[in-house]
Every structure is written in C-alpha cells, then in structure tokens.
C-alpha cells in the first residue's frame, strides 16, 4: 500500500525540484529583442547541473498552520553529454518513510526510467514516472507544476517587463497550453512567469485554474550561482500557495554542492537498495 | 533429475547469462551506472552552497574543492540521523526508530452466529542502525508484542533482523539474521524461497509477517550485471495460522533439519540491470520454507488416545526468472516464473509435487487511483488428485489395541490420506492447473493523508478468494489509524475453505512511529 502513496508523492518532487524544473534557473545574460519562446527556451533548455548533492525539507503547511515535515537527501548528474540526467534520492525522515529511495533517468527524447526502493517491500521496483497533474507528497505542488513543460505544448506571450522580488527585472511571460489535452493534464488553463532578466530564473508564477480563476502562486527566493562556468543557478527556497483553500507547501534545500564528480555507483539499483 | 547434475547445470546456465547480459550491455543500451563523464566542470571540483537561509536573495557561491573519492554529501547525509540533514555535526553513531502500535481483529466464531477476538495485542518495535561508513554499517529490529494471537495470550519477543553490512569494492557482504525477498510480482512470487513467513501475525502491513533468518548475503557489482549469493544454515519453518483439529489430534514435534552443514540453504541469482529492463535467473537449493504434515503417531488406545502429526520439511531446488520493464510511460509489466522440484517427493505426503508457476502483471495509475492486475499461474508434474477427507471418527482410536488390527490398519489409511490431502492444500497443488488473479487497489487523497485500498486474489480453478480493503488515516506525521477487513473462503478441501472462519476478520489499529 506504501508503494503508491511514495511514488505518487516523491517522484514528482524528484523530478523536478530536487534538479530541474521551471523552479531551476540558468545563468544567461539578458539579451535584447527576446521573444517570449525564446525566454522559456533559455529558461528549460540551459537549467541543468553537470552533477549535484543536496539534502532538502519539505514542509508541508495547511490553513490552520499546521505543519508535516519531511527531509530527504538526494544527488544529481549529467550523462550522454547532458541528455540524461540522473536523479537518487533518499528519505532521511519521517521514520515510516526513512530510507525510502528512488532512482530516476530523466532522458530528452523518450519516458524516463525510474525505480523505487521500499524498506518494507524489501526490493526495487521499476515505476511509471507519469504523474502528471498530481499532487505530490500531499503538497501543493503537483508534477505538473515542477517539471519542465514540453514547449511545443504551450503558446507564449509576452506580456511586459518590470521589477520584481530580490530587486530584479523580470520578463512577465503568459503561456498557455495549445490543447485541452495538455490543459486537462496539468489542470491550469494558463500560467504567467516573471523571469528573472538577468538569469532567466522563474521568480514568481501564477497558475490558474480551468475556470481562470487564480489558483496557485509560487514564490522563489534563495537563488544562488552553483556553476560559475556555465551559470548555472538554482533557487534554493520554492514556495506554493493555494490562493483557494489558504493551504501552502515549501521546499527548502538545506544544504547544495555542485560536484561534476558525483560517484556513478549512486545511480543504481544496487544503491539505493542499501537503504 | 540428481542433485548433482542439476547444481553443475545451473552454473553454467548462469555463467552463460553472465555472458549474454554482458554483451547486450556492450552492444545496446547504456547501463545504469555506465554514462559519459559530465561535461565541464572539471573532475574533483564542488561548488557548495550552505547557508540558505541566511544568504541574500541571489549571490554568487564560494567554489570549494573536495577530495575526489571522499563520500559526497548525499553519502553522508544518508548516513545521519534524522534532522541531521545540512547539518555541519557529524552524524549520530546510531540512529534509533520505530513504531509503538495497538491492534485489534474481531471475527466470527467458526459455526456459530456469534463474534470474537481473533487477535488483539500491543506491539513495540525497536530499529538500530549505526551510521552508514565508506565500509559497512550495521542493522538490527527488535519486537516486543503482548496479547492474544490466535490462541495464545502471551508476550513474544523476537529479534526480527540483526545483520552487519560490509562495503568491500564491488562487494557488498551482509552476514546476520535478515530477510530476504525476491521477485518482482506482486503479492505472491514464486521465486521467493528463502526467508519464511509467519502468518500467524495480524498485521495491516504486508512486511510484518516476514521472519528472519540467521545467514550471509552477498553481492558481487559489475554493473550491469550483479551476481547475489546466498546462504542459510539453519531451518526457520514458515507458520500457518491455527486451524481447527479434531478431538484427539495434535502436532507434535516436527522434523527439521537441524542447524549442520548438510542442512544448510544455498542460492544464487543472477541480475542484468538495464535501463530500459531488468531481470534474473536464480536458482535455489536447500529445505523448502513450509513444510509438510507427516503422521507421526497413531495410538489406538481406550483411555489415552492420539493422532500425532509432525511437520516435516523437505528438500527442493527451484529454478527462477523474473523481469520488469515499462511500455513507454503507459504501463509497466512484470513477471515472474519458478519451476520447483522437490527430492524423493513420490509417496511422501509432507512433500510438494513438481510445479511450475508463473505471473504476469500490470500497473497503471488512473488519476489518483493506482491499479495492480495481475494473472498467475501454476502447473503441478506428476500430479495425483489426493482426498476427499474423509470422515473422522474420533471413539475409533479408543479401540483396544490389541482388537481390530484390520480396522486399525484402514484407519491409518485415512488419517496419512487425510494428512496428504492437507498437504496438498497448504502447498496449493489441489489442482493440476490452476488459475489466479489478483487486483490491487489504491486512491490517495486529501493530500495523502486518506488512503482507501484494497487487494483482491480469486483462484478460478479451487474457488478460492481473499479481500483485504483498507482505509488509513494519518492523523500526523508520525500517527496513522488504520481499519480494515481480511476476509477469505473457498469450498471444502481447499485452504481457504479451511481456515476462512477462523482467520477472516475486521481490525483496526493506531501505529505511532518515532
């Protein structure tokens, strides 16, 4: 019964937040007369770390302030020349889920691979990674809303440029989804970014519902350069509010390195079987 | 087929699986941990970024170098305590969990319209395990559980596993009291002969009728293939449930083998992991987990009468497959295939027949709700229909023994047909062929804090069927409430239809984990 509930909720997360993702910036300098594609391009195409550790809290935050907390620890890495990307991660705690650990191969081209370890399954099973839509972890965030979207999915408009939060000026940028299809997946009927000009880090977005009514806004703060080589940025505190039921969910990344030389053997079954 | 040509086989069948996955590996896909170094960046270089919540909102990171080969901070971080993470302290030399949990199961009295307390107890598990090093760390779970379990009202104690783990390059050695789980279908796996069960513990959680056992574990790691062996000298005899028995028959003591070298339980599995598929072979050697039911005395007699029945373990060897893969991101497929030859099995009824099984399985998630289908199989070799039971008429043993030797000499007759038509019940051989399905299903809402589950089984050959719907609730994070029913019949002569009343129930228990 475990096995759904954690894929359900960890994959997602593991998708995207850990390394990936609209949350995750890429170094670029702004450039002039940028249509609102290219800014999503630069956004999705240039956000990936040759490799990574990080151990992460998930808080979990409903209307009455109540929290639910989890920590987790994962590690990251580039291969086939950046056209994979593979992803461990690992529950540190609660202590139901401790040593709970999920493998994922992230590729461009084709479904990624992914596997989970369960303590109380005692074995590794290769999962499904479409969870599109859904919520994970029980929090605010869904799939949806963490990877990286497939462009060609979606029309871009840019709607202005002005200042945003941590003093930046930002690219505000709507998209919406070209069919009911990719609309239904990921339950928005449009989303609007502010994108950091000078990084190309998304700073704030705004999801609404099928009925185009707000829904959810998420908030990045912390953004740090990880590799001064290529400018690679990450931001180190996401925050989802669900503007309809007051119910809010952050991620925090505790502790990052960037580390090219991330150990291989971390990506295998084997790993992550030893629990 | 003679012990010693089958073991010779095998290891030339895997040495030509290591050879074929080897190949495949080379000339096909790219292998789970075989990717192109990342480019730039430079090898021995980190950046670290700490600090975060008191950094300003964006800046530049400092560049730190860290030793190439030392343990990374994911390594370290899995190997700290809980609430350790991102912390500078080095971590706890040992991290202790686990669950406090109060159950209850109340069912029906077999025969009578009237309810009972199937099993009701407190149970508290202690989990040990010292931090994770570069070479090995070590694992231990303790249960203390008091209250009545089937018909026993006491407190039990069990040292569930206990094992230390050694990291040695490409080996990874685990010698200890462990489980051991293989296969790759759900709920019942036909390559899963090692470790025993004890069904006699009533439990939400499917892991906690899994027994330990005291052996070594290894794996050699050359990715992508990785070879397991494994070692058990000692015998741990699943449990069954208490079954009802008939005046004046009891178990007696059972015939296992005893902890010696000849005794011993060896297997190897052979694993060839790919992105894209993973699958083994194994093969199994040594006393099967659930033994059989031998008569071990009959004693006619007026005033003291008795049918004693020993449970006997025998010897198999197993031969295994199993794979898994996804059909691009709509479904992943399993399954999984044992053939099972028991030693010396003609004309002992505590020994299976030859069988072969298999399964095959799905699963796909439907918005929230996560479905499991799966089909098995099983074909029984040299199969002899066993049975019916016969009527058991207890004041018969109270003859004199020294009347009757033709009578007394039938009655024997029916008790060891009796005792192999049980057998053949536990060992699920009642028929030739038999046909299983199982579903499992799960919807996960109010931000996984409700889960409504069920699994189901149906053998379409005996008429047997087992239902276990469940709902848990977290109450918090380390407080979940469960409630549920395990419910199972099936006709006369089958296991369900045996101990149906007595082991269907409806429960519900609070776990609290720390």
Redesign the interface.
């Known amino acids: ?1 475990r ?3 954690l ?3 960890v994959l997602p997360f593991f998708f995207t937040v850990c390394t990936g993702g609209v949350l995750l910036p890429q170094a670029a300098h702004a450039e002039a007369a940028l249509s609102a594609r290219d800014i999503m391009e630069k956004v999705a195409t240039t956000r990936k770390l ?2 990574s ?5 998930m808080t ?1 935050i409903d209307e009455k302030g109540g929290k ?2 989890r ?5 990251t ?6 056209k ?1 990307e ?1 992803r ?1 991660f ?1 529950f ?5 889920v ?1 040593g709970t650990g999920f493998l994922v ?1 992230d590729y461009e081209a084709k ?3 992914a596997w989970i370890y369960l303590p ?4 590794t ?7 599109s839509g ?2 994970f ?3 605010q965030f869904t799939y949806g809303d963490l990877n990286t979207p497939a462009l060609d999915d979606y029309t871009y408009t840019l709607v202005k440029e002005e200042p945003c ?4 000026s930002c690219y505000v940028v709507d998209t919406a989804p070209k069919n009911k299809e990719t609309a239904t997946a990921d339950g928005y009927s449009r989303r609007t970014y502010w994108v950091s000009k000078s ?1 190309f880090v998304p700073m704030k977005i705004l999801h609404y519902g099928p009925d185009g009514k707000l829904l959810k806004e998420l908030i990045a ?10 400018k690679r ?2 931001s ?2 996401n925050e989802m509010i669900n503007k309809q039921n007051g ?1 809010r969910s952050v991620f ?19 790993y992550i079987e ?2 | 087929m003679s012990d010693r040509f089958v073991r010779p086989l095998l290891l030339f069948c895997i040495l030509s699986f290591v050879a074929t996955g080897r190949a495949v590996a080379a000339g096909g896909e790219e292998a789970p941990d075989a990717g192109v170094a990342p480019t730039g960046g430079g090898t021995g270089q980190g950046a670290s970024v700490a600090d975060a919540g008191t950094a300003p909102a964006t800046q530049e990171a400092p560049s730190l170098t860290e030793p190439s080969g030392a343990p990374g901070l994911f390594e370290q971080s899995t190997a700290a305590a809980p609430g350790a993470a991102g912390a500078a302290a080095p971590p706890a030399p040992l991290n202790l969990t686990g669950y406090v949990r109060g159950d209850s199961y109340v069912g029906k009295i077999p025969g009578v319209r009237q309810a009972e307390l199937k099993a009701a107890y407190g149970e508290v598990a202690l989990v040990a395990r010292t931090a994770k090093q570069p070479y090995g760390d070590g694992f231990a779970e303790m249960r203390l559980r008091y209250g009545l379990q089937g018909d026993l009202k006491q407190t039990f104690v069990d040292v569930r596993e206990a094992y230390a783990n050694a990291y040695l390059g490409p080996v990874d050695l685990r010698l200890g009291k462990q489980i051991i789980v293989w296969g790759r279908a759900d709920l019942l796996n036909p390559t899963n002969n090692l470790t025993p069960n004890d069904l006699r513990i009533r439990s939400p959680i499917e892991d906690d009728r899994r027994v330990g056992n005291v052996g070594a574990r290894a794996f050699l790691r050359l990715s992508p293939v990785r070879f397991e062996a494994v070692w058990l000298p000692s015998y741990v005899p699943s449990e069954l449930p208490q079954v009802y028995l008939p005046q004046f028959v009891s178990f007696g003591t059972p015939d296992y083998p005893g902890a010696n070298l000849k005794s011993w339980l060896e297997a190897g599995r052979l694993h060839l992991e790919l992105p894209s598929v993973e699958m083994s072979v194994s093969y199994v050697y040594g006393y099967a987990p659930l033994p059989g039911l031998a008569l071990g005395s009959l004693t006619f007699d007026p005033v003291n009468p008795s049918i004693v029945i020993a449970r006997t373990a025998y010897k198999h060897q197993v031969v295994g497959f199993d794979f898994s893969t996804a059909l691009g991101d709509i479904v992943a497929v399993r399954g999984e295939a044992a053939y099972r030859r028991p030693f010396d099995y003609k004309g002992r009824s505590w020994t299976a027949r030859p069988d072969l099984q298999y399964a095959l399985g799905l699963d796909h998630t439907f918005g929230s709700v996560m479905v499991i289908v799966q089909y098995l199989g099983r074909y029984v070799f040299d199969w002899k229909k066993e049975g019916p039971i016969m009527d058991y008429e207890p004041s018969v043993l109270q003859m004199d023994p020294t009347y009757g030797e033709p009578l007394r000499g039938q009655y024997t007759k029916v008790i060891s047909s009796d005792l192999a038509k049980f057998s053949q019940m536990m060992f699920s051989q009642t028929e030739r062929v038999q046909h299983l399905a199982t579903a499992r299903v799960e919807w996960l809402t109010l931000h996984d804090t409700l889960s409504i589950s069920a699994l189901g089984m149906v053998n379409f050959s005996t008429k047997e069927w087992l239902t276990t719907p469940k709902i848990g609730y977290r109450l918090s994070d380390t407080m979940i409430a469960y409630v549920g029913a395990e419910v199972g019949s099936g006709p006369s002569g089958t296991i369900f239809g045996l101990a149906d009343q007595k082991m269907s129930a409806g429960y519900a228990e609070l776990r609290a984990t720390f």
């Open positions: 019964m096995t759904n509930r894929t359900r909720q040759d490799g550790e990080s151990t992460i809290k979990l639910r907390e920590e987790l620890a994962s590690a890495k580039l291969f086939d020349g950046g994979t593979k461990v690992r540190l705690s609660p202590a139901d401790q191969f479904p990624d691979d109380a399954m005692r074995k099973r290769r999962i499904l990674s479409s969870q859904q919520q972890m029980g929090s939060a941590g003093g930046e990084k703060n912390d953004v740090k350069l990880l590799d001064a080589k290529k940025y990450r180190l505190r119910q925090e990344f505790t502790k990052m390195t960037f580390t090219p030389n991330t150990k291989d053997e971390y990506f295998t079954p084997t030893r629990g």
